[in-house]
Structure formats: C-alpha cells, structure tokens
C-alpha cells in the first residue's frame, strides 16, 4: 500500500468511507493503526517527516487523533 513517489517520498492513499455512510474520522484512526501495524514508520525506513492530509471539519473525534494519541510532534493548519 506504499509507492516510491518524487524525490523517492515514500506515499500512501487510505480513502474513506462512502458518503454519507460512516464517519471518515474513524478511517483515520483505522488507516493509522494498520500503517503502524504494517512497519510503514518503521526505522528501516529512514523516515525524515511523515505528513497527514486529512479534513478540516472537525464532525467527530477521529480527526484529532494523530494529535491526542501522541502520533504527531507538530501540527500545521494551511
């Protein structure tokens, strides 16, 4: 679930549920355990930063949880 992208970033897509249906906070939460799960933040990988482009909207408490779960040394709002 992991490709080589420019500049040999390393990059991987998660989705969500289907509109409407779900709540797309708790495929954050789902994608993030299975990428620890997997070794993608393992140190084999030589990983300088790792990025999350997630929504802005805060409907539920998924959208938060990189930060509350200590999984995020710095939050940046663009």
Do not use: H
Not at 2 to 27: L, Q
Not at 34 to 42: I, T
Not at 51 to 75: Q, S, T
């Amino acid at each position: 679930i992991v490709k080589e992208g420019y500049g040999a970033s390393r990059c991987t897509e998660s989705g969500g549920p289907e509109p409407g249906v779900g709540c797309a906070g708790r495929g954050i939460i789902t994608s993030v355990n299975m990428l620890e799960q997997l070794g993608a933040y393992d140190d084999e990988w030589d990983l300088d930063y790792v990025f999350y482009d997630v929504l802005g909207d805060v409907v539920c408490g998924g959208f938060a949880m990189p930060i509350r779960d200590g999984k995020a040394e710095e939050i940046y709002i663009v």
